[in-house]
Structures are given as C-alpha cells and as structure tokens.
C-alpha cells in the first residue's frame, strides 16, 4: 500500500485518483443503461415506423412517425434524463443548440460526455504530472464543459456551412418549380427529397411538419429556429411578406438567391484579405506552446521544473492566461460580420 501511494504522490493524490476512477465507474454505468435504453427505444421505433409505413399512406404516416417518435422519447429515456432535465437551467437552448448539429446527440448523452471528459482529464493530469490535485481538478471542470461545448459547436458550424453552400441552388429549384406552376409547398417537398446532406434534412422535416397539420409559416420558423443562421430568416422573411402582401414569388425568391450568392462572395473576399492576420495570429499563438514542446524534448529536467515547482506552475498560468487572452483579442480584430 505504501508503494502505491509513493507512485501516486501520496495519500492526498491516491484518494482523489481512487474517487475519480470510482465515480468515472458510475458514470459508465449510468451511461450504459442509459443508452442501452436509448437502442431499444429506436429499434421498437423502426419496427414500429415499418408497420406504419405498410398500413398508411405519406401524410399518416408522418403523424403516426411523430406521434411515435414522441412516445419513444418519453418512453424511453432512463431516470437520469430526468434528473438532467431537471437540474439544467437552460436546458432548450441546450437541446437546440444539439439539434443544430444535424446529430442524434440528447441532452443525457451530452452531459454524459461532459462528465467523462472532466474525470478522464483529472485522472490522466494525476498520472503524468506532479501538479496539486485542486489544480487538476480545476483543470478537469475546464475540460469537461469546453471540449464537449467545442466539438457541438464545431459540428454545428461545419453543418450550417454545408447548408449555405447549397442554400442558393436550392431556393433556384422552388423558383423553378413555382414557375411551372406547382405551389412553394411542392417545391419544398422537392428539395428535401433530391438536394443532399444538410440542405434536403431540413427542408425534408418542414416538409414532414406540413403535412402532420402544422402551417407553412410555422414549419419555417421552427426551421429557422434550429438553424439560427441569418439567410435562413431572409428566406422565411421574403415567403411571409410574399402571402401576406402578394407579388411575383418567384422573382422574389430569384433576388433572394443573387443576394445570398453576393453576400457569400464577400464572405469569401473579407476572409482572402484577412488570411494575412489569420496566418500571423496562428503562429503567434502557437509558439510558445512549440518551443516548451522542443525545451522539453531537449533537457526535460530543465523544463519539468516548470512543472513540478510552485513557482514555475505561477508563471505557466500567468504564461498561459496572457496567450489566450492575445489569441482572443486577436481573432476578434480578424473577424468581420457581413
């Protein structure tokens, strides 16, 4: 036992390592019966959703899919999905901001992640550094809210992304299928089921909303909501004026897709201009970090002293607050809203 704590660093390090793997055991399995229940509520879903399918026609079948789709997640969560919903203060912003990463990722399963994460970095930063363990718990709370809060918001953007990319030619087909004389409804419908990835998801679900009973405007902003991206709501702008007050729709949702294509051209422009600053600010950034790295390789004696000495992890966290907050100030010089 003595050996044990010697290799851990001591008793204090060794009950915090021994709480950390306890309570990362718990977590997992939480997290088993949790998405254990998750698979069996969609695989009952699917059966059921193929029995639909069989019985009734497209517009029913939308219903019935909502309704069960409903059911399964009221069904089929586990108490801790509830105890979450419960203790989160924002707990909608949250489930839209997930939504938006095109992802089945719940609200359960984000926390979940956030958990792991924390206790996973407490753990590792016990092992391989000598640092106080309220430091590395610090660290670990860090870790667990901004890596997950990262990463959703990674997918989220590079999702949007893909969606503005296509946005243009896919208001070009509704114009062309309003020409021919089909209503915007067709045309929606024909964009969710021919134009790929994000673009045809979205338009696929306001379709599906239409038809469960909901208004066009309705399916549109709830679009617009899990989207939250400002040419969406030019778009969903334009339809409403256009119902309310009449005029030639198509050429209106014609001016719509020149706009956004320009506006997209000056994206792309600001972002040429600025690739200068952008460059520099990366390398700046980056430096620091490279050269402890070479330091480190080189006489890893030296340099662990920064580890290991109090006074050393003082001037590492000075060291690396002032980084983040130059790196901070420069992205927000670089960065242009259009």
Same mark, same amino acid.
């Given at each position: ?10 008793? @204090? ?59 399964? /997640? ?82 989220? *953007?590079?999702?949007? *992304? ?9 208001? /070009?087909? #509704? ?41 066009? %405007?309705?399916?549109?902003? %709830?679009?617009? *909501? ?17 119902? /309310? ?5 198509? @050429? ?23 690739? @200068? ?13 490279? #050269? ?13 002293? #920064? ?29 242009? /809203?259009?």
């Amino acid at each position: 036992m003595e050996a044990l704590f010697e290799l851990l660093g001591g008793p @204090e390090n060794a009950l915090l390592v021994f709480g950390s793997a306890t309570m990362l055991a718990l977590v997992g399995i939480i997290a088993y019966f949790v998405v254990g229940d998750d698979r069996r509520a969609d695989r009952s879903l699917h059966r059921n959703l193929q029995a639909v399918q069989g019985r009734w026609g497209s517009g029913v079948q939308a219903a019935k899919a909502a309704s069960l789709r409903l059911r399964s /997640e009221e069904s089929g969560l586990a108490s801790f999905d509830k105890v979450v919903r419960q203790l989160l203060p924002q707990r909608q912003a949250l489930v839209d901001r997930l939504a938006r990463t095109g992802r089945q990722i719940t609200v359960t399963h984000y926390v979940l992640a956030c958990v792991f994460v924390g206790l996973g970095t407490i753990i590792l930063l016990n092992f391989t550094t000598n640092m106080p363990g309220a430091f590395n718990v610090l660290i670990g709370i860090a870790a667990g809210f901004l890596l997950p809060h990262g990463y959703v918001g990674g997918l989220a *953007k590079r999702r949007i *992304k893909t969606f503005l990319t296509n946005f243009p030619e896919a208001i /070009e087909l #509704m114009v062309r299928t309003v020409r021919s004389g089909l209503p915007i409804t067709e045309g929606i419908g024909i964009v969710g089921q021919e134009m790929p990835g994000a673009i045809g998801d979205e338009f696929g679900q306001v379709e599906q909303s239409i038809k469960i009973g909901r208004t066009l %405007d309705e399916a549109m902003w %709830d679009a617009a *909501k899990r989207l939250d991206c400002p040419e969406f709501k030019f778009f969903v702008i334009s339809l409403s004026v256009q119902r /309310e007050t009449g005029g030639n729709l198509a @050429e209106t949702l014609e001016n719509l897709a020149d706009i956004l294509r320009r506006r997209r051209q000056m994206v792309l422009k600001v972002k040429a201009l600025s690739s @200068e600053a952008r460059a520099s600010a990366m390398i700046i950034g980056s430096l620091p970090f490279l #050269m402890f790295a070479i330091l480190m390789a080189l006489n890893s004696e030296y340099m662990g002293q #920064m580890l290991t000495d109090p006074r050393g992890q003082i001037m590492l966290g000075v060291g690396l607050t002032s980084i983040t907050m130059g790196i901070l100030f420069m992205a927000k010089l670089i960065r242009f /809203e259009i």
